[in-house]
DNA sequence: AGTCGCCCCTGGCCGC
DNA sequence: TGCGGCCAGGGGCGAC
């Protein structure tokens, strides 16, 4: 489900409700998702603000940070009734509960090290909405690799936060077939690809994500960008440009659809 | 080193 | 209706 739209609108939203709240509890349901969740006492506190890392959400408190991830299936909500998969749940001053539900469990939750670092984010490249990041440093980090430039992306060591949904809409936008090797992009494609990553994740930002099946943002609401989808999830029908039949095929185990005209 | 396949896990959907 | 097979937004690991 989350990709980066998806987490940074779950960020937004968490930090609406969690900021200047109190975490007086912290109340493991399990010991641990993919990772043992260790030792969450420590992030007792008042609650800072909410950041987001690639697809890592982090919930600073005033003496630890929580970093959570979301996999295929997790979502925060200021709990009403305990709900199957509840893994983690957050007890405030003020009574409310944040609590953490995954029920595929592919998640992640654990507190930074006291230096503010945890292994999963060492070796994260780079946030594809910071300016920095543009055609000529990708087609750098693409240089001699032979891999589908639809995997490529899709590999948070080369840029963070793309997924799926986004990879297969951001190359349809470019103009990109999703197999061809990575690094026989020339300056022009990357810069073309990397415009419309910028592009793509920031419509749907603004529309608060996309929602498959089961993300719900913060507050309960949902995406709304799964209506604006060009390729994703649409093979065999027409390409909104020509018209022409959409392909479906697997690159790397995903699966991937894309215009046998459009995209070259 | 880079690339690929498999695996983690639950649940929804489809065909029989 | 019940059941088996397949699929799903992610990412880590081992094997070539
Ligand atoms: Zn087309």
């Known amino acids: 489900m989350p990709e ?12 609406g409700l969690l900021k200047d709240a109190v975490i007086v509890r912290v ?14 006492s420590a992030l007792s506190g008042p609650v800072r603000a909410v950041r987001r890392r690639a697809k890592y959400l982090l919930i600073d408190a005033a ?4 970093l959570s991830h979301l996999g295929m299936t997790g979502s925060w909500r200021i709990g009403d009734a305990p709900r199957a998969h509840d893994h983690l749940t957050l007890h405030l001053a003020d009574g409310r509960r944040a609590v953490f539900n995954d029920p595929r469990r592919f998640g ?29 440093a990708l087609r750098v980090a693409l240089r001699g690799r032979k891999a589908a430039i639809k995997a490529m992306i899709m590999d948070q060591r080369i840029v963070v936060g793309v997924g799926n949904i986004y990879a297969q809409e951001a190359l349809f936008r ?29 419509e749907a930002i603004s529309v608060g994500g996309s929602t498959i099946s089961d993300f719900v943002h913060a507050g309960g609401g949902t995406g709304l960008f799964q209506h604006r989808f060009q390729v994703y999830d649409r093979g065999g029908q ?5 018209g022409a039949a959409l392909r479906r095929t697997a690159i790397a185990g995903r699966t991937t659809c894309w215009c046998p005209r459009c995209q070259r």
């Open 238 to 242: 027409p390409c909104v440009i020509c």
């Open 27 to 40: 109340e493991p349901h399990r010991s641990g998702l993919r990772r043992p969740f260790g030792d969450l």
């Open 108 to 136: 992640l939750a654990a507190l930074l090290d006291a230096a503010g670092h945890h292994p999963v984010l060492a070796g994260l490249g780079p946030e594809p909405l910071d300016p920095a990041w543009d055609g000529a």
């Open 174 to 202: 470019s103009s990109i077939r999703p197999q061809r090797p990575a690094g026989r992009l020339d300056l022009a494609a990357c810069h073309r690809l990397v415009a419309a990553i910028k592009t793509v994740l920031n």
């Open 63 to 66: 003496k630890a940070t929580l």
């Open 4 to 15: 980066l739209p998806e987490v940074e609108t779950v960020r937004a939203g968490l930090e």
